[in-house]
């Protein structure tokens, strides 16, 4: 085992695992809707890259049904969903099927076949202390630009939340487009938190019944 470790670390160094505010990696992988090349699927648009451990397990299933009744709501932030495990093309499309029976929605989003390991490699979704042959539930949230924004890891017995994906994605949308921060617990529609002053002639200037490093405004999300 400690041999796997000493192996899978110098996988990390050597392929640069994407931390945040950095630049993704491309790549081009098989998946359930063809060839895909990440650079052109991500260009103009949010993704959410997430990982399973394996096709026809429970708590996937469920996170899939998740994904696919929300997909109209990620399309209206302008979000991309792709899926990845190490399972083949046609289990993904056997299981797909399947889930579409159980939830009665279409999955339009592709599924990576990652067989060979090397995306799951890639994005660090393999962790060997857990599995060496399954991807963990790992979320990367991806900017247009192509720069990775949020990164989630979930244990393997614990099934997302996509409502709190979702969350995040206004409240990112939301923090880019007004330069401001959200607080604990922010849902839209709640107050935001405005960046501190840089000067103490800013600060004295603070409205009434404010703290000069604790000031809130209401703002609307753009959904």
Known sequence: MTENFQEYDEIVEVCNCPRLGEQVPDFEAETN???????????????ILFSHPADFTPVC????????????EFEKRNVKLLG????SVYSHIAWIQQIEEIYEVKIN???IADLGFEV????????PAISEVHAVRVIHIIDPEGILRSSMIYPLGVGRNIDEIIRMIDAMQLVDREQIATPANWQPGDEVII???????EAEATGE????YFRKKKVTANV
């Open 33 to 47: 809707q063809g060839t895909i090349k990440f650079s052109e699927f991500n260009k103009g648009s949010w993704v």
């Open 61 to 72: 299933t469920t996170e899939f049904g998740g994904f696919a009744l929300k997909q109209e």
């Open 84 to 87: 990845l495990s190490i399972d």
């Open 109 to 111: 989003f592709p599924v």
């Open 120 to 127: 799951s490699h890639l994005y660090n979704m393999i962790q």
């Open 195 to 201: 960046p501190p002053p840089g000067t103490s002639q």
């Open 209 to 212: 019944g404010q703290k000069w």
